[in-house]
């Protein structure tokens, strides 16, 4: 099957500084790729829809200045969580899709602390 | 308004027994069904993937039924393992451009 790799998998950083979380397609090209966001005991929450080329759709209540996304190209969508504070420490999870919408591929997550 | 619901919330079973997870959907227009099993702090990873024509799809020890009619699946695990541990999450695709709905997942523990 299609491979989705994310990087990095855990993260450390202190509080007011930025992390980057990046989201690749490796063996094909999604033009649309999800970012969701697990905190712990929950299910997975969608957090932001990324189409290449052009600005992300971000769902209700996520800041689209705390949680810049970037998807400049058909296979590497970014996450940026800019001012990082204790609370968005969480599991996050990029999802790619295969043209036809029918098939949805994850990466393997990335655990975010804030400290 | 587009959901998912799985029950139980939560299922403890001995080791080598079966079990049943339960999945009702009200998304509409409907593509696909697929059952994810989530190990703890790893992403998903695809179980099984129901079409709107298919009505039962195994996958070695799992196997899922889907009634498209009664909007309702179900994910029957077979002689569990230690291994079988893990959240399993019931996720629906509806048609179009549209994203993923998930289901918060049922907590499986299997104990020796």
């Known amino acids: 099957g299609a491979v989705v790799s994310q990087h990095p998998s855990r993260v450390i950083c202190k509080s007011g500084t930025s992390v980057k979380i990046e989201c690749r397609s490796l063996?094909?090209?999604?033009?649309?790729m999800f970012w969701y966001r697990q905190f712990p005991k929950q299910s997975l929450m969608l957090m932001a829809t990324?189409?290449?080329?052009?600005?992300?759709?971000?769902e209700q209540g996520v800041e689209k200045d705390k949680f810049l996304i970037n998807h400049a190209s058909l296979t590497l969508s970014t996450l940026t969580v800019t001012s990082a504070h204790p609370e968005d420490s969480s599991f996050y999870i990029c999802s790619a899709l295969v043209s036809g919408w029918t098939e949805a591929f994850f990466g393997q997550g990335t655990r975010l602390t804030v400290v | 308004k587009n959901q998912v619901e799985q029950s139980p919330q939560s299922l403890i079973i001995l080791e080598g027994k079966n079990c049943t997870l339960q999945c009702n959907y009200t998304v509409s227009p409907f593509s696909n069904l697929r059952w994810y099993k989530q190990d703890t702090g790893r992403g998903p990873v695809s179980l099984t993937i129901m079409t709107f024509s298919e009505n039962t799809k195994s996958n070695g020890r799992y196997t899922a039924t889907l009634d498209a009619d009664t909007k309702q699946s179900s994910l029957h695990i077979t002689a569990s393992q230690l291994s079988d541990s893990a959240s399993y999450i019931c996720v629906v695709n509806p048609s179009g451009n549209t994203p993923l709905v998930f289901g918060k997942g049922t907590r499986l523990s299997v104990i020796a």
């Open positions: 990324s189409n290449e080329g052009s600005k992300a759709t971000y």
């Open positions: 063996d094909f090209q999604a033009t649309t």
